[in-house]
């Protein structure tokens, strides 16, 4: 039950926070942060523990809900959700470190929803039947709506509504293909021979039997469509990426933080979880190489790294520099995805754990900035370096792991997600390295502009950085440096997961040829 017990720990602390006085901010702050350190330590004992078979019974749980649909109440946990559980419970108490001081109207509302939002991100990993795959992914929609429009910027009531628009159209198309899924799980060669089911296990296995509905070339590819829009909104994928700008700049600095760093990879985990592993003869179509069709998922990639970067050097809002970046970033995870062998899926799943790290330094620096100027105009700073130099050593190591410096954690996801694709496909690859060189552009200029020569007259009186927000950060400094040295630290956990799925694609491909 340890599983379960991660999961549903944050919704317990929201029915106690709910019960707490209103004027009590400050016990509600603790009591929030005590319920976020809970699945972090039961998240640190899995990492610890991961490897150890004798063990495994305590992270999967499959119990009858819903008997008449045969829809199981199925979690479990294999190395890729692992790492993506380990980030968001490294992710929850810093956030609610991040919004200590930053939060100010509405205390007990917020902190019950953000614990609402961590037990719909924790849930969607660990979720092994579809039907509370969907349900987890839903769950997450509300408590970010709110927490956008409430606490949000000056246009916060546009951001949460776009946002949800956008997400509601992608979870529309998903629910049709999990239909469509559902109805054929039972269907060999043309007769109902089996219980229809939501296990996804179970339709990854029937998915690979001949003969089988599911493992019917035509009928993957259309469903793969459906489900690849639901989880391109989030990723998100380009054209479906114009909320993502206004929802980071609007949001909170630790919503943006839970944006960039578990949400964006709700939507890649969605892309190997189920169009991956569960339809591998719509992966091969849409990455086999030939014609436009089977380069259509590198190609979007591509589209994405060049396309996010050049926006991010557009920029004169922090915020939104950043959030531009991130869509450069994911760029590189849907190309090592593309490749589907086990270079680029190694890098791919690898860039998912460092752009979470990496982007939630930038945000939590970012707001730590807006918080003092009361501003984010890149060119109206200059020189802070002279004023916050442990702040200015922060803000440099995050933008060099971000653009991808040898030794920093953003080098080897990116180096991994290319080596993988140019095996695949040479000539996006090669191109794809526009947005390292851009994204080493956009990050030095900034530096420049806000850090260095003579120090602005308006900020001589600006704070350092304070304990508090150093405390957010240290932790993701420590990784990013420590994965940069060495990856193996997280590679270990989903490497098995990598040699079977990229077994599973190149085979399809192979067969296909």
């Not at 606490?151 to 546009?158: A, I, L």
């Not at 694709?421 to 191109?431: D, K, M, V």
């Amino acid at each position: 039950m340890l599983l379960s017990l991660m999961i549903f720990v944050p919704l317990l602390g929201m029915i106690v926070v709910l019960l707490l006085p209103r004027e009590s901010e400050e016990l509600i702050k603790r009591v929030t942060l005590a319920f976020t350190l809970i699945p972090l330590i039961l998240a640190v004992y899995l990492y610890i523990t991961h490897n150890q078979p004798d063990l495994e019974h305590l992270w999967k749980q499959n119990v009858p809900w819903i008997a008449t649909f045969n829809i199981q109440y199925h979690v479990g946990i294999d190395g890729l959700s692992a790492i993506l559980i380990l980030l968001t419970a490294l992710l929850g108490p810093i956030c609610v470190l991040a919004s200590w001081r930053n939060i100010e109207k509405g205390i007990k509302a917020y902190m019950a929803l953000f614990l609402l939002l961590e037990t719909g991100m924790l849930g969607f990993f660990a979720a092994l039947d579809l039907f509370l795959f969907f349900v987890f992914f839903e769950l997450t929609l509300l408590p970010m709506y709110f927490l956008i429009g409430v606490w949000g910027g000056p246009r916060r009531e546009y951001a949460a509504i776009k946002f949800f628009l956008y997400t509601l159209f992608g979870s529309v198309l998903m629910l049709v293909a999990i239909i469509a899924v559902y109805l054929n799980s039972n269907v060999i060669n043309g007769i109902a021979a089996e219980a229809r089911t939501f296990d996804i296990p179970t339709l990854i296995e029937r998915a690979a039997t001949e003969g089988h509905a599911l493992a019917n070339g035509t009928f993957q590819m259309w469903v793969f469509l459906g489900f690849f829009i639901g989880f391109a909104v989030k990723v998100p994928i380009f054209p479906f990426h114009t909320w993502l700008p206004d929802a980071h700049v609007e949001a909170p600095t630790a919503i943006s933080v839970i944006l960039a760093g578990v949400l964006l990879k709700m939507g890649t985990y969605g892309l190997v979880r189920i169009n991956m592993d569960m339809l591998p003869e719509g992966m091969a179509f849409f990455t086999n190489g030939a014609g436009f069709w089977g380069n259509s998922l590198a190609l979007l990639g591509f589209i994405n790294i060049v396309y996010g970067s050049f926006c991010a050097l557009a920029q004169t809002d922090f915020k939104k520099l950043v959030a531009y970046s991130s869509i450069g970033h994911m760029g590189f995870v849907i190309l090592g995805l593309a490749a589907g062998n086990e270079v680029g899926v190694t890098g791919a799943i690898l860039q998912m754990f460092n752009h979470g790290v990496i982007s939630a330094m930038l945000f939590l620096l970012v707001g730590v900035l807006y918080d003092r100027a009361h501003h984010r105009e890149i060119n109206g700073f200059g020189g802070l370096g002279n004023r916050m130099p442990i702040y200015t050593g922060i803000t440099t190591l995050a933008f060099m792991a971000s653009l991808g410096l040898p030794g920093l954690s953003g080098f080897i996801g990116e180096a991994f997600s290319l080596l993988g694709a140019y095996e695949r496909f040479p000539t996006l690859a090669i191109l794809s390295t526009i947005g390292i060189v851009v994204g080493a552009a956009y990050f030095l200029w900034t530096l420049q502009r806000v850090f260095l020569g003579t120090l602005n007259p308006k900020y001589e009186a600006l704070p350092e950085i304070n304990r508090r927000e150093i405390l957010t950060l240290v932790p993701l400094g420590i990784l990013t440096i420590v994965l940069g040295i060495w990856p193996h630290f997280a590679i270990e956990m989903f490497s098995e997961s990598v040699v079977e799925l990229t077994t599973k694609i190149m085979g399809t491909l192979q067969a296909n040829l």
